[in-house]
């Protein structure tokens, strides 16, 4: 896998961050984005100079994503193997409690940030023989979830624009996939003041070492959907089997 390269972004805590280390230590080049420059720093700090590249950038804007990209491609000759959108926000609680800007800033990162890296990226990662794309997306993106209706709205968005792309850019042989997961041990979940009724009753379960695992998988593979763990494999099973009346399940699961 030499000479390989992966641009990550949110890669300073949680997912990112055990992804990019995943990847570091197999021997890719990788591009670790985030907004927090001590965090990415820190990560870089951890392996030989020249592994991982620290990218202080907002995905938020499209110059910001156009310098994460052109920062990384730069290194790689302008080829780019891997995409990885990580970065994403989570408010938690009753949408009407949520505070305007905080929805606001859920749509920024979640939805804008991916479009952004997206269009950023695309020149690189068409140049790159067997490229991918691989973004977060969760196991909310199966039924829209009490709680997390924002995020939940901002899931559904990546899972459709995955599943579109997946079939578009097959013909730029650049292979586009999410992953489906429910609660991951990140300090969005772990440390957020306000928590979701289902966090209660499903549990946190999956650690994020495990989801960096997954992504190595859908960067070697091709299919559009990966979901990681029981729980998201269940409930997409329930979805699909129960139909409408799956409702009935989310206000049991959610407490409403």
Not at 65 to 83: I, S, Y
Not at 93 to 121: H, S
Request: net charge positive.
């Amino acid at each position: 896998m030499q000479g390989k390269s992966i641009l990550i972004t949110g890669a300073g805590s949680g997912i990112g961050r055990e992804t990019a280390r995943l990847f570091a230590r197999r021997g890719w080049l990788v591009g670790a984005v985030d907004v927090a420059e001590a965090a990415v720093a820190a990560l870089a700090a951890e392996f030989p100079a020249g592994t991982i590249l620290p990218i202080v950038a907002d995905v938020r804007s499209a110059d910001g994503a156009r310098a994460m990209v052109e920062a990384l491609t730069a290194k790689t000759g302008g080829t780019l193997d891997v995409l990885f959108n990580c970065a994403g926000v989570l408010r938690m609680g009753p949408y009407e409690t949520i505070p305007p800007a905080d929805r606001a800033l859920t749509v920024d990162v979640n939805i804008t940030g991916v479009l952004n890296g997206l269009d950023a990226a695309f020149e690189a990662l068409k140049r790159t023989p067997g490229a991918h794309v691989v973004s977060m997306s969760s196991t909310s993106a199966e039924y829209g979830t009490p709680d997390l209706a924002v995020y939940s709205a901002s899931k559904f968005f990546v899972r459709g624009l995955t599943e579109a792309l997946n079939i578009e850019w097959a013909r730029h042989d650049i292979n586009v996939s999410a992953l489906l997961v429910a609660y991951v041990r990140t300090p969005m979940i772990v440390d957020a003041k306000v928590k979701a009724r289902s966090v209660d009753r499903l549990g946190i379960k999956i650690a994020p070492e495990r989801v960096a695992a997954a992504v190595w998988k859908a960067a070697r593979s091709n299919g559009s959907l990966h979901r990681v763990g029981f729980d998201a494999v269940a409930l997409d099973l329930v979805v699909r089997l129960l139909g409408r009346r799956v409702r009935g399940l989310y206000r049991m699961l959610t407490g409403y």
